[in-house]
């Protein structure tokens, strides 16, 4: 069966340091990978989506970015964290249909 | 841009209570997902509806999918305390890799 994981669940930050939050799927070859970002009362804004090794493409012009260098593989970074960058950040991958499976999510909280 | 409006935003009830949330568009899409969260965790997909006036059901959890594929709604009949959390609902295109959130509705069971 397939599984993600995304760490660290918990990440407390100064504004400016960089960041990388790393997420891994098994089970399945492929996949499309996502960076969904929650902030409270916003539902999922979609930051990053790749559907393959070096293909990026990026919803919101922001300081962070995604690399994929491996086919399971997918990390969000950022050079200098801003305040506004706090929130709850989740890895999923997907199905050709369209459906979508969540890692276990990132709290970022910038300070 | 294609939106999600998802109602109400927040509901309280007591545990044997029926309740419905809606989840509006004046967009068609050609599927409909829904996905329950709960504090600190990633959304875990409930099932999905492709077919307009579909009617899919899970338990006590039923869901259906407009005739004009524009809208969704769960039913969720005696609730319970752990059918508390977040509900949102996702809309999908033919040939795109992106999903719509809604923004959610936050449920909270009280025994």
């Known amino acids: 069966s397939q599984t993600i994981h995304q760490w660290p669940a918990t990440l407390v930050q100064p504004v400016g340091s960089p960041l990388s939050l790393e997420c891994t799927v098994e089970g399945t070859s492929n996949p499309n990978l996502y960076w969904y970002r929650q902030a409270a009362g916003r539902g999922l804004q979609l930051l990053f989506y790749?559907?393959?090794?070096?293909?990026i493409s990026s919803e919101v012009p922001q300081n962070l970015s995604a690399s994929r260098p491996q086919d399971r593989q997918f990390i969000l970074s950022s050079k200098k964290l801003l305040l506004s960058d706090s929130g709850f950040y989740l890895c999923a991958w997907g199905l050709y249909t369209g459906e979508l499976f969540f890692g276990e999510g990132s709290r970022l909280t910038v300070l | 841009t294609q939106l999600l409006e998802q109602s109400p935003q927040f509901l309280s009830i007591q545990e044997g209570e029926n309740l419905t949330v809606y989840c509006n568009s004046s967009s068609v899409f050609s599927s409909l997902q829904w996905y329950r969260q709960e504090p600190g965790e990633g959304p875990v997909l409930l099932v999905t509806?492709?077919?307009?006036?579909e009617v899919k059901k899970l338990k006590r959890l039923t869901f259906q999918f407009g005739d004009a594929r524009k809208d969704s709604s769960l039913h969720i009949t005696a609730a319970q305390p752990g059918d508390t959390g977040l509900y949102l609902c996702a809309g999908g295109r033919a040939g795109s890799y992106q999903l719509t959130f809604g923004k959610g509705t936050k449920l909270s069971v009280i025994p």
């Open positions: 509806v492709v077919t307009g006036g």
């Open positions: 790749s559907v393959g090794i070096g293909q």
